[in-house]
């Protein structure tokens, strides 16, 4: 089965709300990485969080990692137009050469 | 330039057809991934590299796809005998090396076969 299965899969707020997505994984982690894609195409690194971190923060996005849950949240503060995209979660293993096991991806629509 | 780069955007191939997609990663990064987004199987883990080297072919989903890499950079994922199954956005990654850094990612290859 996949890692990194995230809820809800589809989203659509207005500018100004805040955004928020889960991520579930079934197995040991060593880091869970968040990934935007817009149009289908190459994919953008958001933010990384380690095993061992319980939340970070960088600009409008706040990520926290409950390992005991095996799940994430990534939180969008004051939504804009150009965050409509798809966003991705993203495990690597403890043991490996750091491959990415991807979720299905959360379609997030900011409706100006 | 500084990122990942593909080549080439996209591909329009008959079935039966061969086609080569290429993938030069961020200077200095000595791990690459190839990776696939399909509709029916969302993102899948294709292959790594190494350096030259691929210890984790497992992803590759059949034995008409193989990949190399030469020079410790740009690398090169070949489909022999394209099949309508193959159509797909292939993604290529870098990243420093593999332990727990992050993967910069390419714009991908848009591959659809008729």
């Known amino acids: 089965s996949q890692q990194g299965e995230e809820d809800p899969q589809a989203l659509s707020i207005q500018e100004g709300e805040n955004a928020t997505m889960n991520c579930s994984y079934k197995?040991?982690?060593?880091?869970l990485q968040w990934y935007r894609q817009n149009s289908g195409r190459g994919l953008v690194h958001l933010i990384l969080?380690?095993?061992?971190?319980r939340e970070k923060h960088s600009g409008r996005l706040r990520v926290t990692l409950d390992t005991s849950k095996k799940s994430s949240s990534l939180l969008i503060t004051a939504s804009r137009a150009a965050d409509t995209a798809s966003y991705f979660c993203?495990?690597?293993?403890?043991?490996?050469?750091?491959?990415?096991?991807f979720g299905k991806g959360n379609q997030v629509v900011v409706i100006p | 330039g500084a990122g990942v780069s593909q080549s080439p955007s996209n591909k329009v191939t008959e079935k039966g057809k061969d086609v080569e997609l290429r993938c030069d990663p961020i200077?200095?990064?000595?791990?690459l991934y190839w990776y696939r987004q399909s509709l029916g199987q969302g993102l899948e883990f294709l292959i790594y590299?190494?350096?030259?080297?691929?210890?984790?072919k497992s992803g590759l989903p059949s034995d008409r796809f193989s990949a190399e890499r030469t020079g410790g950079s740009v690398s090169t994922l070949t489909i022999q005998r394209t099949q309508q199954e193959d159509s797909a956005v292939y993604l290529c990654?870098?990243?420093?090396?593999?332990?727990?850094?992050?993967?910069?990612f390419g714009p991908g290859t848009r591959l659809l076969v008729l």
């Open positions: 990654a870098s990243s420093l090396g593999t332990s727990g850094q992050t993967q910069y």
């Open positions: 197995t040991s982690i060593n880091n």
């Open positions: 590299f190494q350096g030259n080297s691929a210890p984790d």
């Open positions: 969080i380690r095993s061992n971190e």
């Open positions: 993203a495990t690597t293993r403890r043991t490996g050469n750091n491959r990415l096991a």
């Open positions: 200077s200095g990064h000595t791990a």
